[in-house]
């Protein structure tokens, strides 16, 4: 398998900023309500390819790297931790003249994605979240050994290990520009991003924080996740407004599994809570 390239032309850029370079992506019409699309740890913008064509009718759909993956600066001594990838995502999107966004993040990138609304409510206008792990309680440990940071870069076969809880099924075919991407991040970054994930659940589950923040709320979930307990999405019905839809047969990552299922939820939410840009 490989990640689509079909669709209209897509404009990228890198923004430099304080504390690092951030590569970003746009498709679709810019006069469309924006959305924003957050990836994972040891991911990038191009886990979201698959999706792209299929939002781009209604959307002006922005992708980015955070800091420290895929196209973006790599820096060893820039903090990793959620409030300041949030805060860089803010200094991006205010660059491109961006006033509102919907913003979508997968797996950790839902953390991301709530920091920003934490840090600017008037630009986030809703969130939606896809096998966001809410709280460390829901973590299912992995089974298979840690990459040993002397074996950097690894091999594909590690990468495959290291990956495979990614999706629902052993023996799903990673697309190898996924892991490239892995690959072109050092061993610092890799573990930073992941500590700065575990860093801000410890600090506050994400129900509590997003029931602060009244913003209107999708969760999309695969039910055979490997990594989180699908069966802790039900935290999120906390969260007055929420939206819960779990997938059967997915795992934890639905954008690449079934891109057309999850197109189709994302659509039908952004539907009521888009907002044009001026």
Known sequence: MTLSDSGPATESSTLALDDGDIYLCQDGPRDAPALLLIHGSASSARSW??????????????????LGHGLSGKPSDSSYAIPDQARRIGMALDRLGVEHAIV????????????????????????????????????????????????????????????????????????????????????????ATMQGSTGYLEQRSLPDRLTVLGKPLLVIFGEDDRRWRSSSAADYRAVPGAKVELLPGLGHSPLLEDPPRTAALLLAFTASHAVRAD
């Open 49 to 66: 390819d698959p999706l792209v064509p299929l939002l781009t009718g209604s959307h002006h759909v922005i992708r980015i790297d955070l």
């Open 104 to 191: 979508a993040g997968h797996s950790s990138g839902g953390y991301s994605a709530t920091a920003l609304a934490e840090q600017r409510p008037d630009l986030v206008t809703a969130l939606a979240l896809i096998n966001t792990g809410p709280s460390l309680n829901a973590f299912i440990a992995p089974t298979s050994a840690a990459i040993d940071p002397a074996q950097w870069p690894p091999t594909d076969e590690q990468l495959r290990e290291f990956a495979s809880t990614g999706f629902s099924r052993v023996g799903y075919q990673i697309p190898q520009e996924l892991l490239d991407e892995v690959r072109a991040m050092t061993y610092h970054t890799l573990i």
